[in-house]
Each structure stands twice: as structure tokens, then as C-alpha cells.
């Protein structure tokens, strides 16, 4: 089946450590997203990639990097510098990337708890 | 900046009745609208978007949408009700330009009573 498969569902995170969400998609999509979504906030855009090998900050992506190293996969880190990261985590891909009003399709999400 | 308003953190329907969840949008250029719902502990799923045209959008699961230019609005619509579509809708936006980002409203929680 087509889609976007996100790992873990469920991650805790330990202070000061770093952790690391998969996102991969086999739609063939050239832009993918990773999204934060907290409570009474809606979605925030966190990163984006238009192209292999090629990313731009979203609105909150202090405390975050990522990679796109192949079409098919973006993972997210979450860095101990990301001071309040418990959230959930959607990962989202388009295609084509170059314009705008394409359909954007999400992952199932993954929740990230600091313990 | 752009931005996208849902005036109603929750809106509550009896089951057969029609529902609207409201959407109001601030964006420059063209605006390209999008209906999404999500389900408890799920991703976002695509309900319809309006990018040109028609101002009514029919989308999934008998939603639908109207395009309002002089009230900036893009309200979502069912004609009847289903307790299934409780669920939290978010209403969408991206401005055009050459990337594809999304601007989402903060959600509107819908409670389709039996």
C-alpha cells in the first residue's frame, strides 16, 4: 500500500537526550513536512523539503534538525535543546514541489513525551 | 501575515441534522483552501480543497464547502449529520508562491450527538 508510515507511535524521551522520528514515503512525493501539534494550537510547521539534499526552516524549528539524504526519507531529531518537546508529530509529503494548492498527505503521527 | 481563523472550538449537532464548521482566511495572493479531519490519536486525513473554480466543493464522506471571496470564509458543510463524523476538522491554508506550505486554523472539534 501507498503512504506515509511514521515510527515510533510512541517515544519517551529522557532530559538531555536526543531522539530521532522515521517518516518514509513510497508515493513517489517530492516535498515532504514534519508538523508539530499541540493542544488549542492547530499545526506548526516545523521543516520542510522540496528536494533531495535540500531543507528550509519552518516557523518553529529551533531545538529540531533534520536530513533528506534520499526522496523517500525524512527523519526528524529532536535535540536536548528543544526545551518543551512533548507533542505530537505529524510527518506530511506533496507532490510537486514547486507549487502551491497540491494536496498535502499525512502520517499517522508520533507522540513524544519527556520523562 | 497569513492566517487562518476557526471562530468555534467546538460545535455541537444532533445526528440527521446539518452541520457547518466555520473558516475565515487571511491570505495574499490566490488563496488555495483545504478541509482536513482528524481522528482521535490519528493523522490528518483530506477532505476536499478549493484551489480555482467553482466556489462549491464537494469533497469526502458527502462533505462539502463553499468559497466565499467577499467574506473571506470557506465554511464546511454536511447536509446530514452521522455520529461518525465526531472528529476534529481543520480548515487550511497556502498563498501561493513557489512552495507549499500549509497554515492551519487551531481545529474545531465536532460532537454529533445520537
Redesign the interface.
Known amino acids: 500500500d501507498g503512504g506515509?508510515t511514521?515510527s515510533p507511535k510512541y517515544l519517551f524521551r529522557k532530559e538531555g537526550q536526543n531522539v530521532t522520528l522515521s517518516c518514509e514515503q513510497n508515493l513517489n512525493h517530492d516535498?515532504m513536512?514534519w508538523?508539530r501539534q499541540d493542544p488549542?494550537?492547530?499545526?506548526?510547521?516545523i521543516y520542510?523539503s522540496?528536494i533531495v539534499n535540500d531543507f528550509?526552516k519552518?516557523d518553529i524549528a529551533e531545538g529540531y534538525s533534520v536530513s533528506r539524504e534520499k526522496k523517500e526519507s525524512f527523519p526528524l531529531t529532536v535535540t536536548s535543546a528543544q526545551k518543551n518537546p512533548t507533542a505530537f508529530y505529524?510527518c506530511?509529503s506533496?507532490i510537486p514541489?514547486?507549487?502551491?494548492?497540491?494536496?498535502?498527505?499525512?502520517?499517522?503521527?508520533s507522540?513524544l513525551t519527556v520523562v | 501575515a497569513q492566517s487562518v481563523a476557526q471562530p468555534e472550538?467546538q460545535v455541537n449537532v444532533a445526528e440527521g441534522n446539518p452541520l457547518t464548521v466555520k473558516c475565515t482566511y487571511s491570505v495574499s495572493g490566490n488563496p488555495?483552501l483545504?478541509w482536513?479531519v482528524q481522528y482521535p490519536?490519528?493523522?490528518?486525513?483530506?477532505l476536499l480543497?478549493y484551489?480555482t473554480g467553482d466556489n462549491l466543493v464537494k469533497g469526502s464522506y458527502g462533505f462539502e464547502a463553499e468559497f466565499n471571496k467577499s467574506q473571506t470564509s470557506f465554511h464546511l458543510k454536511k447536509p446530514s449529520a452521522l455520529v461518525s463524523d465526531s472528529a476534529l476538522y481543520?480548515c487550511?491554508s497556502?498563498?501561493?508562491?513557489?512552495?507549499?506550505?500549509?497554515i492551519?486554523?487551531?481545529?474545531t472539534l465536532l460532537a454529533v450527538q445520537p
Open positions: 506515509i511514521q516535498a513536512y508538523y488549542g494550537q492547530g499545526l506548526r510547521l520542510y522540496q528550509q519552518g505529524l506530511a506533496s514541489a514547486g507549487s502551491s494548492g497540491n494536496t498535502i498527505y499525512f502520517g499517522e503521527g507522540w | 472550538d488555495y483545504f482536513y490519536n490519528r493523522g490528518l486525513q483530506f480543497k484551489i481543520f487550511a497556502s498563498g501561493g508562491g513557489a512552495t507549499n506550505k500549509l492551519f486554523g487551531t481545529g
